[in-house]
């Protein structure tokens, strides 16, 4: 007997609707699986440079750990649950405390959670890496990784942050969907990326007599690491290691894929896509806004941002970002509250 | 060691793959040999790959009071359940003549109600269904189709006769574990398939999306369909996006959706597009704030208007609960009689009415012999297993009986037939049903296969998800041998 014959249903045209919710769910997935791996890098870069420092006395561990938290806006939260500013307690606020919103798990848990709501749209790829990152990340807590060496742990976080990048370019439809995603993921890494050199900021204030020494270098170069862009400058700058060659490089460079430049640039290419401005003149609030921002971007140099102080151009930098996110996400998405979960738990499903 | 080696006492039951004597049945024998032959560990081997492959997926239910919402995969039995071709003919036959008679019924129901008028339903059972929408009376649905999707549960007696046990007629799920179920099989099975001549499954959602675009109101050449979710949080919400994204149709919840001039649009980047038919998978009760539960977030204010206009098409229509109120299930073969003038092809399980004087009495007595149920539950709840419970229990189902008859029933204890399973170290007889899935569009279609649902616990009854209960693939042969 021959066996039954499956058939393949008919392809059916793609209609190219998507719904508000479902892109503001791509964009905020987007952007936490972007945060995740930031975050990560932050981390391992820093506790990195803890082991390489074993000189390092309690004030200056305090004062590093504090810079982390402080550049991160997080001291508040991070005193109201901890003691102290360890490597430990540092590990476990960034990598695992779901109090703190911002930790990896907590960057994870949204992401999927965003993911899993618009599993319908996003490819089975994509869904299947989120969710192994999140069940990898449940298995784990900072004993594990401490016990097995951090590096690991964070290897893995960047490498399924990669993947996940990777396969949303493989496998995910040129639509708008894919606008709201790298929408989502520039501004998450131009955000990151200021943050990351703000950190050295504060590392810098308190000693500014330290400028140049052995340490010094070495915090900058683990800047460049938390950019993922030690080698990306030693190509361009080949010469020794210069704090504001560093600061140049990560804002201005317009080739390094993760230098607020850079992700401005494309930023602002695809939120004109997706607002639709396609005149030279900007209708919208939002491309005003991100146009300026790169125009600026475009014409100052770094002598400019240090004389008017790499700190506060830093935090203009962020506040600018949030606010055209905003915009953004303000006039493509409109609807309402969502239902609590009793409600939609309710619903019998015979 | 096989898996095979040590065969288990059929018992006093009705065994899928033992008959009395302990001999295979002829289906399941090209099974057996195949299992015969698999070393243990290699059988684990494959177990676990299809576990891990669904946790991977997600192909999960959300069980709640946990505040991240923990997931479980649905646990999978990879011994399947096999039907002969013979015996599917008339399984279909009886699920098409129920389903036929099911749509009549509800017909007359929100019109003449001539069922009523010659007695074979009391007004007063209909009257009293929590289900029925006396809004809705004179109301024509498109195509007359009220209940377009159906999960008949179906369990078979000591003699393997086939029983209807329950009619879905609101929201039936579990058919994306039925798909996802032969998926896992084909991957860990993969030649067997080839040599048994079993018919596929895969078309159900192909044939889903054609009985929705059925219904769509006429003025567009090309329908928008989408699915009505109530959101993240319910527990089919897999399903729900399993489904949409098998028919390419998009997920929305209430608040994607509103309603102007009396029609539905989705909300999206580029403005609103109309929405030309709903498949629900919400409550009657929160579909619309307007016209029902006015606390309802998840519904769509307005909704109703628009249906009632013809602007938009529902599936399944609105008020077809009342025809799969356990009090009116007792009165199906009646109606099936009724409009068709047939026997019933499949039978019910013997019902008691504990609304009815002289079966109230009867139950009251023998409760401790008798499965008691409310009338409008779900999902193995509000159920008493009379020779499984303590006294206790018994006596508090007696107290919720007597103070409010018109909602509950009481039926004998069907001792279900069971079916092979692995038990952690070897195979053992666990009870089972069965629930076919049937569509009403220009055709009724019954999918050849099913979701098997396995009681994992030794002895018991209850096949639920949310009470322990287990799945299995169900394989409808294409001829037998």
């Known amino acids: 007997m021959p066996p039954p014959i499956f058939k393949l249903p008919p392809p059916r045209p793609q209609t190219n609707v998507m719904l508000s919710r479902v892109a503001h769910s791509l964009y905020w997935m987007s952007r936490y699986i972007e945060r995740a791996e930031n975050i990560a890098r932050l981390l391992e870069v820093n506790l990195q440079f803890i082991l390489d420092f074993r000189g390092y006395d309690d004030v200056h561990l305090r004062e590093h750990w504090g810079s982390l938290l402080a550049s991160s806006g997080d001291v508040a939260l991070f005193e109201k649950h901890y003691e102290s500013a360890n490597s430990q307690s540092v590990t476990e606020f960034f990598a695992f405390d779901l109090r703190n919103q911002d930790s990896i798990l907590s960057c994870v848990f949204t992401a999927r959670e965003n993911a899993r709501m618009i599993r319908d749209q996003i490819s089975v790829e994509m869904w299947e890496t989120i969710n192994e990152l999140y069940l990898f990340l449940k298995t784990k807590n900072t004993a594990d990784v401490w016990a097995a060496g951090p590096y690991e742990f964070f290897q893995d976080i960047k490498r399924n942050s990669h993947l996940f990048q990777g396969l949303t370019d493989a496998t995910y439809s040129r639509s708008e969907g894919w606008e709201f995603i790298q929408f989502g993921k520039f501004v998450e890494r131009a955000h990151k990326t200021a943050q990351i050199l703000d950190v050295k900021y504060h590392i810098l204030l308190p000693n500014a007599g330290d400028v140049g020494g052995a340490v010094d270098t070495a915090q900058w170069q683990a800047v460049l690491r938390s950019g993922s862009a030690l080698e990306a400058y030693r190509r361009f700058y080949v010469n020794e290691i210069l704090p504001w060659k560093v600061a140049e490089f990560l804002i201005f460079s317009d080739s390094f894929p993760r230098s607020v430049q850079f992700c401005v640039t494309q930023i602002d290419e695809f939120l004109r896509r997706i607002l639709g401005e396609t005149g030279n003149r900007p209708k919208s609030a939002a491309a005003r806004a991100s146009k300026r921002m790169l125009a600026n971007l475009q014409s100052l140099t770094i002598d400019d941002v240090l004389k008017e102080g790499l700190h506060e151009f830093l935090v203009e930098v962020g506040g600018s970002l949030e606010k055209i996110a905003d915009d953004v996400v303000r006039t493509t998405m409109f609807y309402q509250a969502e239902s609590t979960q009793e409600e939609q738990q309710l619903q019998q499903q015979q | ?481």
């Open chain 2, 1 to 481: 060691m096989s898996l095979l080696s040590n065969p288990y006492d059929v018992g006093d039951f009705f065994d899928e793959m033992y008959a009395t004597g302990g001999e295979v049945r002829p289906h399941y024998k090209s099974l057996v040999d195949r299992l015969g032959t698999l070393p243990l560990p290699e059988f684990d081997r494959r177990r676990a790959a299809i576990d891990l492959a669904f946790l991977r997926r997600g192909v999960t239910f959300t069980v709640y009071n946990d505040s991240e919402g923990t997931e479980r995969i649905f646990p999978f039995d990879l011994i399947p359940r096999i039907i002969p071709a013979k015996e599917w003919e008339v399984l279909e036959k009886g699920l098409i003549q129920r389903i036929t008679a099911l749509n009549l019924f509800l017909h007359d129901l929100y019109h003449e109600q001539k069922i009523i008028k010659d007695k074979v339903v009391p007004a007063q059972q209909i009257l009293t269904a929590k289900h029925f929408r006396r809004e809705f009376m004179n109301f024509n649905v498109p195509h007359d189709i009220y209940v377009h999707i159906c999960g008949t549960d179906l369990i078979r007696d000591r003699d393997g006769n086939y029983l209807v046990l329950e009619d879905n007629l609101r929201c039936p799920s579990g058919v994306s574990y039925m798909l996802e179920n032969r998926a896992a099989m084909r991957r860990a099975f993969p030649n067997l398939f080839q040599s048994y001549g079993v018919r596929p499954v895969e078309g159900y959602s192909e044939v889903l999306l054609k009985s929705l675009l059925h219904i769509a109101p006429d003025r567009s050449d090309k329908p928008n369909v989408v699915l009505l979710t109530p959101g993240v949080y319910n527990s089919a919400y897999f399903e729900h996006c399993f489904l949409a994204r098998q028919m390419g149709i998009p997920i929305v919840e209430g608040r994607d959706l509103l309603v102007q001039d009396m029609r539905v649009y989705m909300r999206t980047t580029s403005g609103l597009l109309p929405v030309d038919v709903i498949y629900r998978r919400i409550d009657d009760d929160f579909l619309d704030p307007a016209v029902f539960r006015p606390d309802s977030m998840l519904g769509v204010p307005g909704l109703v208007a628009a249906y009632r206009a013809g602007n938009v098409a529902l599936a399944n229509s609105i008020g077809t609960g009342v025809a799969d109120d356990k009090v009116i299930y007792a009165f199906i073969p009646k109606v099936i009689k009724y409009y068709l003038d047939q026997e019933p092809i499949l039978q019910n399980v013997a019902t008691y009415l504990a609304s009815e004087t002289s079966d109230r009495k009867f139950i009251l007595e023998n409760m401790a012999n008798l499965v008691v149920k409310s009338a409008n539950e779900a999902g193995g709840y509000g159920m008493l297993i009379g020779p499984a419970s303590t006294k206790a229990e018994v006596e508090e189902f007696r107290a919720m009986v007597a103070a409010n008859p018109r909602n509950f029933i009481a039926q004998d204890p069907v001792n279900l037939s069971r079916s092979p399973t692995w038990c952690g170290d070897r195979l053992e007889g666990r009870h089972i049903d069965l629930r076919p899935y049937v569509l009403c569009g220009k055709k009724t279609v019954v999918t050849p296969g099913g979701l098997t649902r396995v009681a994992l616990r030794k002895g018991s009854l209850v096949v639920n998800s949310s009470q322990g209960g287990g799945s299995k693939d169900t394989w409808v042969l294409a001829e037998d041998k």
